[in-house]
């Protein structure tokens, strides 16, 4: 099966800055994500509207075709409409039709090549039209509130609470969309114009490979255990 990854990387984070090329630990943050897809041996391409970002991609070995419109790199653009900009481009361009689709979020600088390489295995051997990285919540649902006329705490799940669920052990498991990989069947993308959803099967992986960067926070914790892995080589 021909497998595309495309690593979607646009210019503009308010949260933090410059994040995609921002240094991480000795590199720039996408490129832990480049080396890690072209390890795979699949076409590895990046979106950006950023000739800096596109720079960079390049010289740690990806493509980049071309630099994306910037219509398609707003803050609220969704994944869809860069996906198929990517679909139509190879296939206006080169006639190249991929049959699966990994998408490879540079914040998710963690992950490892069995994550990706399970995940490609795991929709080549089933009938799912997606498979999506999960891991298990830090913050269970039943034990969240809502506020209501500004100071009153209600159960955030209606009928769930500490009351009832007042041990961890009692908490029924529950999973949290990690945001490191998703394989796509390509022609789930075209028929149904949706990136996510259908068959959709999950892919478990660890909380200290499910750090996904959107905070300064997060970009100190991702330091601190992308240097514990070096040190451990």
């Avoid at 090329?21 to 490129?31: H, M, S, Y």
């Avoid at 699949?42 to 980049?64: C, F, H, W």
């Avoid at 900009?85 to 049959?99: Q, R, S």
Wanted: positive net charge.
């Amino acid at each position: 099966m021909r497998t595309l990854i495309i690593i979607p990387a646009r210019a503009a984070s308010k949260r933090i800055p410059g994040k995609n090329i921002r240094n991480l630990a000795g590199k720039p943050l996408i490129a832990w994500t480049i080396e890690l897809a072209i390890s795979l041996d699949n076409r590895v391409l990046v979106s950006t509207d950023s000739p800096e970002i596109a720079k960079i991609s390049s010289q740690y070995g990806a493509e980049v075709p071309f630099l994306r419109p910037a219509e398609l790199a707003l803050d609220k653009t969704p994944d869809l409409p860069v996906c198929l900009h990517t679909l139509d481009f190879l296939k206006e361009k080169e006639n190249y039709i991929p049959d699966m689709v990994v998408w490879l979020r540079p914040t998710s600088p963690l992950r490892i090549p069995e994550d990706v390489k399970q995940c490609i295995e795991k929709l080549k051997n089933h009938d799912a039209d997606c498979i999506r990285s999960v891991c298990k919540v830090n913050h269970h649902p039943y034990w969240m509130k809502s506020f209501i006329d500004e100071n009153r705490l209600v159960p955030f799940l209606e009928g769930k609470d500490e009351r009832e669920y007042y041990q961890s052990q009692k908490l029924p498991p529950v999973y949290r969309l990690n945001g490191a990989v998703d394989v796509i069947r390509t022609k789930f993308i075209r028929q149904n114009k949706m990136l996510y959803g259908g068959d959709m099967q999950g892919y478990l992986m660890p909380e200290n490979r499910s750090i996904d960067i959107d905070s300064e926070l997060d970009f100190t914790i991702a330091e601190v255990l992308i240097r514990e892995r070096m040190k451990g080589k």
